[in-house]
C-alpha cells in the first residue's frame, strides 16, 4: 500500500538554524510526494511537490525538500529557520487505484522554531 | 481568486445529535473532499466527489456520515447521530481535477465539538 511515514513527533530547532523535517514512502511506481503546511486555527497549505526530475524541489517560504530514491525518503528542509515557520506539516502521498488516486497524509511534524 | 469556504467554524453538539457542514469549492475546480483530522492525526478522506459523482468512499462511516454534491459545485457533509469519537476538524479540499500532479487548496476546516 502506498504511504508516508513522519518519525518525529516534534522537531525543536533555534532560529537561524538550518531544519530537516522527515518523510519517508512507501510506494509501488514513481512516486507523487506533497508537503503541506498547517498553522493554528487554519486549513493545510500547499509547499511543495515532486513529480519527476530534479531530485531537489523548491516551494513557498524558502522551503525546499530532497527525493532521495534509494532512501526512499522526501525530507523537507530550510537553510535558516524563522520563528513564524512554526507549524504542523504534514508529508504526503498519491495513491493510484483503480478509477482514480487520493492523497494519503501522514501523521505530521510539530515544528517548534525558539527565538 | 477566492479560496474554499466553509461554514460553520465552530459547532458543538451533544452526542447523538445531527449536525452538517458545508463547503463551496474553488471555482471551476471539479474535484471535492471531504478529510476528518483528529488532534494529533494527520487528516483522513472521507469522501472524494468528481464533479458530482462519488469517486471514494471507503472510509466513509455510512451509518452515521453522509455527503452530497448534488450540482457539481458545494457540497453538505452530515453527521447523524453524532458519537463522541466524531469530534474533529473537518476539512474540504477542491482541486482542478483528479490529477496525479495537482495540490489540494484547503478550507480553513469546521472544527466538531460533541459532548
Known amino acids: 500500500a502506498q504511504s508516508v511515514a513522519q518519525p518525529e513527533d516534534q522537531v525543536n530547532v533555534a532560529e537561524g538554524n538550518p531544519l530537516t523535517v522527515k518523510c519517508t514512502y512507501s510506494?509501488?511506481?514513481?512516486?507523487?510526494l506533497f508537503w503541506y503546511v498547517q498553522y493554528p486555527n487554519r486549513g493545510l497549505q500547499f509547499l511543495l511537490k515532486?513529480?519527476?526530475?530534479?531530485?531537489l524541489v523548491k516551494g513557498s517560504y524558502g522551503f525546499e525538500a530532497e527525493f532521495n530514491k534509494s532512501q526512499t525518503s522526501f525530507h523537507l528542509k530550510k537553510p535558516s529557520a524563522l520563528v513564524s515557520d512554526s507549524a504542523l506539516y504534514f508529508c504526503?502521498?498519491?495513491?493510484?487505484?483503480?478509477?482514480?488516486?487520493?492523497?494519503?497524509f501522514g501523521s505530521g511534524t510539530r515544528l517548534s522554531i525558539r527565538p | 481568486e477566492a479560496g474554499v469556504a466553509q461554514s460553520p467554524r465552530y459547532k458543538i453538539i451533544e452526542k447523538r445529535q445531527s449536525v452538517a457542514f458545508w463547503c463551496n469549492p474553488i471555482?471551476?475546480?471539479?474535484?471535492l473532499y471531504w478529510y476528518q483530522q483528529i488532534l494529533g492525526q494527520g487528516p483522513k478522506l472521507l469522501i472524494q466527489?468528481?464533479?458530482?459523482?462519488?469517486?471514494?468512499d471507503s472510509q466513509l462511516p455510512k451509518d452515521r456520515f453522509s455527503a452530497e454534491r448534488l450540482k457539481g459545485v458545494d457540497s453538505t457533509l452530515k453527521i447523524q447521530p453524532a458519537k463522541l469519537e466524531d469530534s474533529a476538524v473537518y476539512l474540504c479540499?477542491?482541486?482542478?481535477?483528479?490529477?496525479?500532479?495537482?495540490?489540494?487548496?484547503f478550507g480553513e476546516g469546521s472544527r466538531l465539538t460533541v459532548l
Open positions: 479540499a477542491s482541486s482542478e481535477r483528479d490529477s496525479l500532479t495537482g495540490e489540494l487548496f
Open positions: 510506494v509501488s511506481g514513481n512516486p507523487y
Open positions: 515532486y513529480i519527476t526530475g530534479d531530485n
Open positions: 504526503a502521498v498519491r495513491r493510484i487505484y483503480s478509477s482514480a488516486s487520493k492523497i494519503i
Open positions: 471555482s471551476g475546480h471539479a474535484t
Open positions: 466527489f468528481q464533479n458530482n459523482g462519488v469517486v471514494d
